[in-house]
C-alpha cells in the first residue's frame, strides 16, 4: 500500500499572502472600495476565492452576490496574471518535499485555491516532483473542509486511510482531515494563530518536525508496508 502526504498549498507550502493581498487591494482600488492590511488578509483566506472577496468587501457589498461575482471576476483576472510576484515556498519546503519523495512517500495537494493556480504554482516551484494529484477548486468538487478532495486523491493514488496524512495550517484543514478521517499535523508558520491549530495531531514549528512525525508518529505516523 503506497504511503500518502497531502499537503495544503497556501500558508503550508507557498507563503502566498502577498499576491492574494495585492491582487484583491488592485481589485478594491478600482472599484474605489477601501482596501487592508496584509496581516488583514491572512484571516480572510482559506475558503476559498469568492470567501475571499466576501470577506474583503464591506458588508452591504458582500451581501450582494451580483456585485461579488463581479468582483471575483476581476479578481481573478488580475490574480491570473500577478499569481507568483512575491509568492515563494516557506523555509525548508523544498528540502521537505524531496526528502520525502525520496523516502518513497506519495505526494499530492488540496487546496481552496482555483485550480488553474494550484497547478501553476507547484509547477514553477516544484518541477521535479510527481506529485499524485494537485487538486485546488473546481466545480466537480466542493471546498475544504468537505472531504471529497481528499477522497479523490486517497482513490487515485490506491491508498488507505491508515496509509495517509494531511499537512495544513488552517482549522479548516484539521476539519477536513477529521472528516476524511485521517490525521493531520498542523503547521505554525501559515497564515492562522497558533490557538486556531490547538485540535490537529500535533502542531509543526519547522519541516524537520514534519518530517520526524510523519516518519515516527505519536498518534501521527503512516503506517508501514
Keep these: 500500500m503506497e504511503r500518502l502526504v497531502i499537503f495544503d498549498l497556501d500558508g503550508t507550502l507557498l507563503n502566498t499572502i502577498a499576491d492574494l493581498a495585492n491582487a484583491a487591494n488592485h481589485t478594491l482600488a478600482e472599484l474605489g472600495l477601501p482596501q487592508h492590511t496584509l496581516s488583514e488578509y491572512t484571516l480572510m483566506v482559506g475558503n476559498g476565492m469568492r470567501k475571499l472577496i466576501m470577506r474583503a468587501l464591506p458588508d452591504e457589498k458582500a451581501a450582494d452576490d451580483a456585485f461579488v461575482d463581479s468582483t471575483l471576476a ?12 512575491h509568492t515563494k515556498p516557506y523555509p525548508g519546503i523544498p528540502e521537505l518535499i524531496r526528502t520525502l519523495s525520496a523516502q518513497g512517500y506519495r505526494l499530492a495537494v488540496a ?19 510527481d506529485f499524485v494529484a ?7 468538487y466542493p471546498l475544504k473542509p468537505d472531504a471529497a478532495l481528499v477522497e479523490y486523491i486517497m ?13 495544513g495550517d488552517s482549522g479548516t484543514d484539521i476539519q477536513t482531515a477529521r472528516n476524511a478521517g485521517i490525521p493531520v499535523i498542523a ?18 514549528d519547522d519541516t524537520s518536525q514534519v518530517i520526524a512525525r510523519i516518519s515516527a508518529g505519536n498518534g501521527c505516523e503512516i503506517k508501514p508496508e
Design 187 to 204: 503547521v505554525s508558520w501559515g497564515f492562522r494563530p497558533r490557538y486556531e491549530l490547538t485540535a490537529a495531531d500535533f502542531v509543526a
Design 155 to 167: 482513490d487515485k493514488a490506491a491508498t488507505d486511510r491508515a496509509h495517509t496524512i494531511m499537512v
Design 111 to 129: 487546496s481552496n485555491k482555483i485550480q488553474a493556480g494550484a497547478e501553476k504554482l507547484i509547477q514553477e516551484f516544484f518541477p521535479d516532483i
Design 134 to 140: 494537485v487538486m485546488g477548486n473546481s466545480p466537480q
Design 74 to 85: 476581476a479578481f481573478l483576472r488580475y490574480y491570473a496574471d500577478h499569481i507568483d510576484l
